[in-house]
């Protein structure tokens, strides 16, 4: 199994910003997608943004140009920094970990990002 603990939310002014932080640990398969999802009370869950260890990064529409997905396989880590934030970003955010060797799926217990005035 993988364990996934997201870090870094927390409560930012408009056009502020924030580095979230999410180490995957246990059964890590080489070939995997690591992501994040946000979700608000009463919406469905969304993409924000996903990096896979074979091929690009892709992003939700909402956050292209402000929001950048990046990972350290060394420490099994995935990065999301998070620029020019809005209220509409303020969501739960959560990890998500893909294997392809076994295929599975994981998730963390999220981490609140909250943008207001």
């Known amino acids: 199994q993988v364990h996934l603990v997201e870090s870094g939310g927390g409560i930012v002014q408009p056009g502020g910003s924030l580095r979230l932080s999410c180490e995957a640990s246990?059964?890590?398969?080489?070939?995997?997608?690591m992501g994040w999802y946000r979700q608000v009370a009463g919406k469905e869950r969304e993409l924000v943004a996903a990096?896979?260890?074979?091929?690009?990064?892709t992003y939700g529409a909402s956050v292209q140009g402000r929001f950048t997905i990046s990972r350290d396989d060394a420490i099994n880590t995935v990065f999301l920094q998070m620029n020019s934030l809005e209220p509409e970003d303020t969501a739960v955010y959560y990890c998500?970990?893909?294997?392809?060797?076994?295929?599975?799926?994981?998730w963390g217990q999220g981490t609140q990002v909250t943008v207001s005035s």
């Open positions: 998500n970990f893909r294997s392809m060797a076994p295929i599975v799926e994981y």
């Open positions: 246990g059964s890590i398969s080489s070939r995997n997608v």
């Open positions: 990096s896979f260890s074979r091929g690009p990064n």
